[in-house]
């Protein structure tokens, strides 16, 4: 009788399961109003108005927001979507979308 043949182990460690995550951050500038950030966010990302509010509230005090958590090819579409949205027809001076980055999520714990 021939013994079972013995098959490696099959597995991954926890660390080759997750994806990298990505943040898509909304940076500051004197060009848009709060109003702008508001309807962007809502529109591109489908926020609620009290939480595209947050935002605009927080990029203009810290000068910068995290709108998305997401894999790099969505966090850099969504960064894409916010570079396409166009100017500010609220301000005269507005000649553009405003600014978002791509970079990675940390942990914190």
């Known amino acids: 009788m021939t013994p079972p043949a013995v098959l490696p182990e099959i597995g991954t460690r926890q660390e080759d399961e997750l994806t990298p995550l990505f943040n898509v951050v909304l940076l500051d500038d004197d060009d848009h109003t709060y109003d702008y950030v508001v309807e962007m966010l809502s529109n591109i990302f489908l926020l609620p108005a009290e939480i595209a509010f947050q935002h605009a509230i927080e990029v203009d005090t810290t000068g910068r927001t ?41 942990i914190s714990g």
């Open 66 to 106: 995290i709108v998305m958590t997401c894999e790099r090819k969505q966090a850099e579409f969504a960064r894409d979507q916010i570079h396409a949205y166009g100017a500010d027809p609220r301000m005269p001076r507005s000649k553009g979308s405003m600014t978002a980055i791509v970079e990675p999520a940390t």
